[in-house]
């Protein structure tokens, strides 16, 4: 018996010390001014959660952060200031992990990474093979967000603004032919490697969707067949099924189709169906816990809900991962339907071809798609629900209220 309890007591304590290991993040840098906020982000499914910050002092900076699984994880660090590009530094970590980084510059997304995590060091193998090119594509999304901060400068004129625009349009052109070499490497590099595991995979991922939103229709042939080799399991990953969607999209449904449905799920697993509410209006709300304007869609949505459910049903589909579908209404205290098929932006989502959040479909009581838009602004949601279905939606907030996705 006390062997029983040594045991027993000996594995709480060795639990508690994994519990307690952080993931230690250093970095050396030079051409980052002092005082620079560096962030470590937690990714958890398509959102990146800030869990733990340093700023630079004599050109370093240290991170600590205790996650509460020893599961391995993926995580990214970004850089607040003037001449960050809007990117981030790619990390996969579990606890105890140890990372080094340095950096010449502020070009983070290609920052080097010392680790003894595999998978990073399989990133950093097709970063590296990059690098240059990586580099110039940096510093061009880099002009790009300062020329954006300017153009939406209330100062500036129409005339200023016609002149921002063109030169924006020119340096997306220029990131664009960075793009497809780095694509082009990429794809020569997977061609060599006989094992696919999963990190190649992601980047196999992003080179078929640029197939499907650049036009890239040279690379399919080859992301074909690299695609047909992979075993089910692979096929049926996260990855895999976005590769799929990417070369061979499903036709989304358009104004005047039946309604596409799917077996959706709320908080506690009960089962829905979207026909189970045809004879009214349904709505439905494609949203992330991620998106700006989904959180500032919540105050309409409730009043909605709470005035005329008698003739709309609401149905918020998210397309977070169950943690932060969970932690995500709790803070907005949905009182409406807010369903979800497990799948991400994989399943419902592709379906309804949704490329931008949030997006509505109006649903007429036949079980027809009435209408679809995307975005939001203060009362955007009143008007189109008046708008297209005949119901008298009284209060109509600010009705030139802009509209605004993600």
Same mark, same amino acid.
Request: hydrophobic share 35%; proline share 3%; glycine share 8%.
């Given at each position: 018996?006390?062997?029983?309890?040594a045991?027993?007591?000996?594995f709480?304590?060795?639990?508690?010390?994994?519990?307690?290991?952080?993931?230690?993040?250093?970095?050396?840098?030079?051409?980052?001014?002092?005082?620079?906020?560096?962030?470590?982000?937690?990714?958890?499914?398509?959102?990146?959660i800030?869990?733990?910050?340093?700023?630079?002092?004599?050109?370093?900076?240290?991170?600590?952060?205790?996650?509460?699984?020893?599961?391995?994880?993926?995580?990214?660090l970004?850089?607040?200031?003037?001449?960050?590009?809007?990117?981030?530094?790619?990390?996969?970590?579990?606890?105890?992990?140890?990372?080094?980084i340095?950096?010449?510059?502020?070009?983070?997304?290609?920052?080097?990474?010392?680790?003894?995590?595999?998978?990073?060091?399989?990133?950093?193998?097709?970063?590296?093979?990059?690098?240059?090119?990586?580099?110039?594509?940096?510093?061009?999304?880099?002009?790009?967000?300062?020329?954006?901060?300017?153009?939406?400068?209330?100062?500036?004129?129409?005339?200023?603004?016609?002149v921002?625009?063109?030169?924006?349009?020119?340096?997306?052109?220029?990131?664009?032919?960075?793009?497809y070499?780095?694509?082009?490497?990429?794809?020569?590099?997977?061609?060599?490697?006989?094992?696919?595991t999963?990190?190649?995979?992601?980047?196999l991922?992003g080179?078929?969707?640029?197939?499907?939103?650049?036009?890239?229709?040279?690379?399919?042939?080859?992301v074909?067949?690299?695609?047909?080799?992979?075993n089910?399991?692979?096929?049926?990953?996260?990855?895999?099924?976005?590769?799929?969607?990417?070369?061979?999209?499903?036709?989304?449904?358009?104004?005047?189709d039946?309604?596409?449905?799917?077996?959706?799920?709320?908080?506690?697993?009960?089962?829905?169906?979207?026909?189970?509410?045809?004879?009214?209006?349904?709505?439905?709300?494609?949203?992330s816990?991620?998106?700006?304007?989904?959180?500032?869609?919540?105050?309409?949505?409730?009043?909605?809900?709470?005035?005329?459910?008698?003739?709309?049903?609401?149905?918020?589909?998210?397309?977070?991962?169950?943690?932060?579908?969970?932690?995500?209404?709790?803070?907005?205290?949905?009182?409406?339907?807010?369903?979800?098929?497990g799948?991400?932006?994989?399943?419902? &989502?592709a379906? &309804?071809?949704?490329?931008g959040?949030?997006?509505?479909v109006?649903?007429?009581?036949?079980?027809?798609?009435?209408?679809?838009?995307?975005?939001?602004?203060?009362?955007?949601?009143?008007?189109?629900?008046?708008?297209?279905?005949g119901?008298?939606?009284?209060?109509h907030?600010?009705?030139?209220?802009?509209?605004?996705?993600?």
């Amino acid at each position: 018996m006390k062997y029983y309890f040594a045991f027993i007591c000996a594995f709480f304590l060795l639990d508690s010390l994994f519990a307690q290991s952080p993931i230690i993040i250093e970095g050396r840098l030079k051409g980052v001014e002092e005082g620079t906020m560096i962030t470590l982000m937690k990714t958890e499914g398509n959102v990146g959660i800030s869990v733990a910050k340093d700023s630079i002092v004599n050109g370093r900076f240290s991170i600590s952060y205790s996650p509460d699984t020893q599961d391995l994880g993926e995580y990214s660090l970004m850089g607040t200031g003037e001449g960050f590009p809007s990117m981030s530094l790619r990390l996969w970590s579990k606890a105890g992990n140890h990372i080094t980084i340095e950096g010449k510059d502020k070009l983070i997304y290609s920052w080097d990474v010392e680790s003894s995590i595999p998978q990073q060091a399989e990133w950093s193998y097709f970063i590296k093979a990059n690098k240059e090119s990586w580099e110039e594509y940096q510093k061009l999304v880099a002009q790009r967000s300062t020329l954006i901060n300017t153009y939406y400068d209330d100062n500036v004129s129409k005339e200023e603004r016609k002149v921002l625009k063109t030169q924006m349009d020119s340096l997306d052109r220029l990131a664009s032919l960075y793009n497809y070499e780095i694509d082009k490497s990429n794809l020569a590099l997977l061609q060599k490697e006989g094992k696919m595991t999963e990190v190649r995979l992601g980047v196999l991922k992003g080179i078929a969707q640029a197939i499907k939103w650049d036009k890239r229709e040279e690379f399919r042939p080859a992301v074909e067949e690299l695609y047909g080799r992979l075993n089910t399991e692979m096929k049926e990953s996260r990855y895999g099924e976005e590769i799929a969607l990417a070369l061979y999209p499903p036709q989304a449904p358009q104004i005047g189709d039946p309604l596409y449905d799917a077996a959706l799920h709320d908080l506690t697993d009960r089962v829905y169906h979207l026909a189970d509410f045809k004879g009214r209006y349904i709505l439905l709300d494609f949203w992330s816990y991620g998106c700006g304007p989904c959180h500032a869609s919540v105050p309409e949505m409730k009043e909605l809900h709470e005035k005329y459910s008698d003739s709309l049903t609401i149905v918020s589909l998210s397309s977070d991962n169950r943690k932060m579908w969970e932690e995500a209404s709790k803070v907005f205290g949905m009182t409406w339907l807010n369903l979800s098929d497990g799948k991400e932006n994989r399943g419902i &989502y592709a379906k &309804y071809g949704i490329n931008g959040i949030p997006h509505y479909v109006l649903i007429a009581p036949d079980g027809k798609i009435k209408a679809t838009w995307t975005g939001y602004g203060a009362g955007s949601l009143k008007r189109k629900i008046s708008e297209f279905t005949g119901i008298s939606i009284v209060d109509h907030a600010d009705p030139a209220g802009g509209m605004g996705g993600t």
